[in-house]
């Protein structure tokens, strides 16, 4: 893409409207960072007035700070009509839905890697307390087999059953569709439990793949958009993404899961 300007004439508007969102709201989640870690050295008594702000009420305000960035950056894109400001405004709010839709699937495929490398990790204590050191060296390349066998059995049901699925009358395929993605549900949340050196295996070729056909396609949207408008806007957009997701992990998700022993 040579022919992309930083800060072409068409978006002059935007992108600072992008990047003074930015800041904002960066400043905004600084102060509920540093209000929130400060609330943990020193408890705050439950019998004064105000209740200081929870991390979910200082979300909901970074997020609606956000959203509110987001519509006016596209607005201002566009001709100076009131129609394509409206048309713009919406588009942002388009770029919201897909913004919030990739930051929640990143945040969770993040916490499938997490949780898998503590799987391994705890695979790997308890086999190294009931084995031999010669078991152990050999149990992980035995097991490679049996997972590249296991992903190969995957893919050949999956196209079995969409081949036996176009065959059924129109009338009972709808129904037998959802006992179909049950199954699928079951042999997932099988694999997922698992402790076996093959289904560690297998789950680590499965996120790899997954981790490759996201960051590719998220990495091709963002370039593609960039293109449309301008990139140093994408940018801004994007980093404003990055901060609420990363307040979202760290003081929500987290004290959500902290009482949470599964």
């Known amino acids: 893409m040579p022919h992309l300007q930083l800060f072409p004439p068409l978006h002059r508007y935007g992108t600072i409207l992008a990047a003074a969102g930015f800041i904002a709201v960066a400043v905004y989640y600084d102060l509920a960072w540093r209000s929130l870690k400060y609330r943990l050295v020193v408890p705050h008594p439950a019998n004064l007035e105000p209740r200081p702000w929870s991390a979910f009420q200082f979300f909901a305000w970074g997020g609606g700070a956000s959203i509110f ?5 596209a607005a201002a894109d566009t001709p100076p009509t009131v129609l394509d400001h409206l048309i713009g405004g919406i588009m942002g709010l388009c770029g919201v839905l897909f913004a ?8 969770a495929l993040g916490n499938l890697w997490a949780e898998l490398i503590r799987q391994v990790i705890e695979t790997w204590r308890l086999r190294s307390h009931a084995r031999s050191p010669w078991a152990k060296i050999q149990s992980w390349p035995s097991a490679l087999p049996l997972a590249l066998l296991g992903l190969v059995a995957g893919l050949a049901v999956f196209a079995l059953l ?3 699925l ?3 009358p129109q009338l009972i395929a709808p129904f037998l569709s959802h006992y179909v993605w049950l199954v699928i549900g079951f042999m ?9 050196h093959a289904s560690l295996l297998l789950r680590l070729v499965l996120l790899v793949f997954f981790t490759l056909i996201i960051l590719s396609f998220v990495v ?5 958009t960039a293109a449309q408008t301008a ?3 994408v940018t801004f957009l994007t980093a404003i993404t990055v901060i609420n997701a990363a307040f979202w992990v760290c003081w929500i998700r987290t ?3 902290a009482d949470n022993l599964f």
């Open 100 to 107: 919030g839709m990739f930051g929640f699937g990143l945040i």
């Open 220 to 224: 091709w949207l963002l370039a593609w």
């Open 231 to 233: 990139p140093l806007l």
């Open 188 to 196: 997932f949340y099988g694999l997922w439990k698992s402790r076996s």
């Open 69 to 73: 960035c987001f519509f006016l950056a």
């Open 166 to 168: 176009d065959k059924i």
């Open 162 to 164: 969409g081949t036996i």
């Open 255 to 257: 004290a959500a899961l």
